[in-house]
Antibody, heavy 122, light 106 residues
Framework: QLQLQESGPGLVKPSETLSLTCTVS??????????GAWVRQPPGKGLEWIGS???????YFNPSLESRITMSVDKSKNQFSLRLSSVTAADTAVYYC??????????????WGQGTLVTVSS | SYELTQLPSVSVSPGQAASITCSGD??????ACWYQKRPGQSPVLVIY???KRPSGIPERFSGAKSGNTATLTISGTQAMDEADYYC?????????FGGGTKLTVL
């Protein structure tokens, strides 16, 4: 059974860079059928897609965050990562990694990590 | 940018049917899916490709689409169905979520 697990600091200072890693087990990240993706939910707010990365390294980002996002994939470790720069309190959220279908008609999330709370505060 | 619109809240009595809608420009030409999100838990896919139910999702969950509006219906709503529900679609290589609907089972 596919499992995804987020890891990274739970506290980040304003203006610094948030870094998270998603480790995938029970399946390979080296798949043409799926993207790795990040979704976040600020306290009291809705779900927000951050971005997606294909096994080849091709990325797609939320236009509202694009200038601050870097995503990468490490196939040898079955991991993908997110870096969000110049964070503010508005970036405080539960961050989820998830698997997103990459073929026509399958652009939905079928597996999710448990989520990790990242707080931006000095 | 593409937007999906949901009502903020819906209330239903136990045992009754709950309908949650999601509308968007040209949504009729796209595929919609739905997630259930309980506090402190990860989202769960309950409907994909407009009307398909993943394995393990109770039959009381169903999806439909008419024109540019997708609808999630929960028949015989139970207290455990109280949650936030989000629709999602794919547009120009980006993922779009609706704003979410809080379902209250009174």
């Amino acid at each position: 059974q596919l499992q995804l697990q987020e890891s990274g600091p739970g506290l980040v200072k304003p203006s610094e860079t948030l870094s998270l890693t998603c480790t995938v087990s029970g399946g390979s990240i080296n798949s043409k059928s799926y993207y790795g993706a990040w979704v976040r939910q600020p306290p009291g707010k809705g779900l927000e897609w951050i971005g997606s990365i294909y096994y080849s390294g091709i990325t797609y980002f939320n236009p509202s965050l694009e200038s601050r996002i870097t995503m990468s994939v490490d196939k040898s470790k079955n991991q993908f990562s997110l870096r969000l720069s110049s964070v503010t309190a508005a970036d405080t959220a539960v961050y989820y990694c998830a698997r997103l279908g990459a073929t026509s008609g399958k652009y939905f999330f079928d597996s999710w990590g448990q989520g990790t709370l990242v707080t931006v505060s000095s | 940018s593409y937007e999906l619109t949901q009502l903020p809240s819906v209330s239903v009595s136990p045992g009754q049917a709950a309908s949650i809608t999601c509308s968007g420009d040209k949504l009729g030409e796209k595929l919609a899916c739905w997630y259930q999100k309980r506090p402190g838990q990860s989202p769960v896919l309950v409907i994909y490709q407009d009307d398909k139910r993943p394995s393990g999702i109770p039959e009381r969950f169903s999806g439909a689409k008419s024109g540019n509006t997708a609808t999630l219906t929960i028949s015989g709503t139970q207290a455990m169905d109280e949650a936030d529900y989000y629709c999602q679609a794919w547009d120009s290589s980006t993922v779009v979520f609706g704003g979410g609907t809080k379902l209250t089972v009174l």
